[in-house]
């Protein structure tokens, strides 16, 4: 019989890391809460039994408060797993059970697995393991869920709680005080003679819901028996009329203390020991007085941004250039095999010059995704997202608005689509549209080859800073849009945040590798594949309808003319291998060339997507994007990578030889439309226009499609202006 077994925790407890001892898979470990929104799902083999495991989204709670919960909850009570393994950060015991607590009196089959109890003993920390099982009246397992330290026992433990207990026979009753003790069994029976839910909730556990106003449980209520619903709400109105008066409280608050009063009393019996004074630092509070100081933090952390584009940027340089030069080289070999035509071009121009134009970036984005994966797993991360948090609350945002900025590609590429699903721990919903609507402007991982390429090629002699400098400019702008739609279409209320920080950690070789590769890997799939299919699309675009016999025609005899001006032996000479060619024979070469390039131009700008481009040019120029420009910001709407491939192909068919017109970057810079401000201008342009198609779709699917679109048309406006703005100024001062 296959068995299926739930993790369950609060957030940063060590679900995940579990998850992956367990099956082996490689899913994200975040040391920072709320990470996983979904429940992921894997499968193990033990004992030549089939074994399901799900790794639900981290919770402190199971009310309805936040989609975590819900998805959380639901799957507990609708799936039915076969045991739940509960799993708890035994340096936060009492913190942990709270969550504990509930799944007990939702009755689930429950096992816990004590965790990072290497943490705990450093910290002097001692847990009676017996005790608490004999307190709680479930198994306890120890364990090191990094380490994989106790995950048979686990295991065993887990198997055979699911093959003795009955879901839901045992719940734990906690005394919720007299008034609500005396109001509990009406309920109960209310509930449980009409069936009211009771297939999926016990019913005093229903009840306990309704006590705590917990609304998806109401409005299931009303669904099932509204007449029953109706009778449940009015018991409870008037206790929490009661107990305002009497208590000045309302039910949930009580039923909260009486938790964690019921909490508190395990833990006293001895069940936790501390070697050392509790008001001793810890190592992380330590290191937190420097790097989440007021004044230093926010310095250290720039510094720290800075130091982490330096070293990507000076260690990539050199491989990025062995991938140039390999891409260049197997673009000479397909000059030279394959006949001229259309296969070639496709090949050459579409593929090679697109495709291989992004892949060339891969050692880069290894390296940002390594060092971003270091911040992420000793906790680093978390520190940005509490400093953060007190610029955010400024322009209107919330503390959980960072994560999703982070997530988006913050520091660097991320990815705005789990940027805006992120959003969904925000519980105002202004405040969530403010956050989803500006996460899109954040240098995804999509737009960093672009970034790459043009401060390569601009701005070769400080790459780093002005990385640094593109980073800061999207937070200010993402934080000045946000104001601005907080003071206008999402006006309202700020709504309080407590941030967790979770403890410091030493990042493992193998997780950072993980994390690192993951990353990559995602990277590069999708320019083998997405972008690959947009390349060659784009590429016939940029090729049909091609031009007419006459035009054709009207090159060839323009290169027959100018060969018929040279004499016999400078044409032959053109077809002998190898030689020093002497003056006239290379500015018989140069003057071919010029035709070629004249043609192939000519057939761009005469294709589909030139036309387009050519149309839009007359007010692209204000900004300074020509018609080739142009093509790639429209083929960047699909995927932003495109970009790189577009501009890759637009200028490789301009220019016949893939050799000696050097790389894309070199490609630019020497091209008369093309400088510094232009550049920036771009770039501007790129990092803040319409989001990428997917991401869109994933706006509409959050929230509207009004506020999709709106997305979009104000994106692209705001953008093009800020382009216009900084190469007029730009051309007018004569920076480029
Ligand atoms: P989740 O939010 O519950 O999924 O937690 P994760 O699995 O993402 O783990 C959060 C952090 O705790 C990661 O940095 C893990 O490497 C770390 N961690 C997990 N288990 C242990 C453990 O047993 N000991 C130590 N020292 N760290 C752990
Ligand atoms: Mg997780």
Not at 591 to 600: K, T, V
Request: aromatic fraction near 10%.
């Amino acid at each position: 019989m296959q068995l299926k077994i739930a993790l369950a925790g609060n957030p940063n407890a060590g679900k995940t890391t579990l998850f992956n001892q367990f099956t082996g898979a490689r899913q994200h470990v975040g040391n920072y809460p709320g990470i996983t929104v979904d429940h992921k799902e894997g499968c193990l083999l033990h004992k030549k039994r089939k074994i399901t495991i799900t790794d639900l989204p981290g919770t402190y709670s199971m009310t309805a408060y936040s989609e975590e919960e819900l998805v959380a909850r639901d799957y507990l009570v609708n799936e039915k797993p076969d045991v739940v393994i509960d799993i708890v950060d035994s340096s936060n015991l009492e913190r942990n059970l709270y969550l504990t607590c509930q799944f007990l009196e939702l009755g689930v089959p429950l096992v816990i697995a004590l965790n990072m109890i290497d943490v705990a003993k450093d910290r002097g920390i001692e847990i009676k393991v017996a005790k608490l099982e004999q307190l709680l009246g479930v198994p306890v397992i120890p364990i090191i869920a990094r380490s994989g330290f106790g995950k048979e026992d686990l295991l065993e433990a887990a198997i055979h709680t699911a093959s003795t207990s009955n879901n839901g026979d045992t719940t734990l009753d906690i005394s919720y005080g007299k008034d609500l003790d005396s109001a509990l069994p009406e309920l109960i029976s209310l509930i449980s003679k009409n069936n009211l839910m009771t297939d999926t909730y016990p019913a005093r556990y229903t009840a306990i819901k309704y006590l705590e106003n917990d609304e998806q449980i109401l409005k299931k209520g009303q669904q099932s028996d509204p007449g029953i619903a109706k009778q449940l709400e009015a018991i409870v109105d008037k206790l929490a009329d009661h107990t305002r008066k009497t208590l000045d409280v309302y039910p949930e608050a009580i039923i909260a203390d009486q938790r964690y009063g019921y909490i508190k009393s395990i833990i006293r019996q001895g069940v936790e020991t501390h070697q050392f004074d509790t008001d001793r630092l810890y190592t992380s509070d330590k290191i937190d007085k420097v790097l989440t100081n007021r004044l230093v933090g926010p310095v250290i952390m720039l510094l720290i941004i800075f130091g982490l584009y330096q070293f990507t940027f000076s260690w990539s340089e050199l491989p990025i250039t062995w991938l140039e030069s390999f891409f260049g080289w197997l673009g000479g070999i397909v000059e030279n095999t394959l006949p001229d035509g259309l296969l070639k071009s496709m090949i050459i121009s579409g593929i090679i010059d697109g495709v291989g134009g992004i892949l060339g970036f891969v050692p880069l984005i290894m390296l940002m995704f390594f060092g971003i994966a270091i911040l992420e797993d000793s906790g680093y991360l978390a520190r940005v997202a509490f400093m953060m948090d007190r610029i955010f609350r400024f322009f209107g945002l919330h503390g959980s608005s960072v994560m999703p900025f982070v997530v988006s590609g913050g520091i660097a590429g991320g990815c705005a689509v789990p940027g805006v699903m992120a959003t969904r721990t925000l519980r105002s919903p202004k405040e969530r549209m403010a956050t989803l609507l500006t996460v899109p402007f954040m240098n995804c991982g999509a737009k960093l080859p672009v970034l790459a390429l043009l401060i390569g090629a601009f701005f070769a002699e400080s790459k780093a800073l002005y990385m640094f400098l593109f980073t800061m400019l999207s937070w200010i702008v993402a934080l000045l849009a946000a104001k601005l739609l907080r003071t206008t279409v999402l006006r309202g209320a700020p709504t309080p945040f407590v941030m967790e920080l979770p403890p410091y950690r030493f990042p493992t070789i193998r997780g950072l590798l993980i994390h690192t590769w993951e990353r990559t890997y995602q990277y590069i799939k999708k320019a083998g594949t997405v972008i690959l299919g947009i390349s060659i699309l784009l590429w016939a675009l940029m090729t049909f309808p091609g031009l007419s016999d006459e035009e054709l025609t009207a090159f060839q005899q323009q290169r027959q003319k100018t060969i018929s001006l040279f004499p016999p032996e400078t044409i032959k000479e053109l077809t002998l291998p190898d030689k020093d060619l002497s003056d006239e024979a290379s500015s018989l070469i140069t003057q071919l060339n010029e035709i070629n390039n004249l043609e192939a131009e000519t057939v761009l700008r005469n294709s589909f997507a030139g036309r387009i481009g050519g149309t839009m040019e007359p007010v692209s120029m204000y900004a300074g994007f020509d018609w080739r420009t142009n093509i790639a910001l429209i083929g960047g709407f699909a995927a932003k990578e495109v970009i790189v491939s577009t501009l890759g192909t637009a200028y490789s068919m301009g220019e016949i030889d893939t050799e000696e017109s050097g790389s894309l970057g070199e490609r630019l810079k020497n091209d008369e439309n093309w400088n510094r401000v232009v550049a920036v201008a771009v770039l501007v342009f790129i990092m803040f226009y319409a989001p990428c198609f997917i991401t869109v779709i994933c706006i509409a699917k959050e929230s509207s499609w009004k506020w999709a679109f709106f997305s979009i048309g104000f994106n692209t406006f705001f953008a093009f202006l800020g382009a216009i703005a900084i190469y007029q100024i730009g051309m007018f001062f004569q920076l480029g």
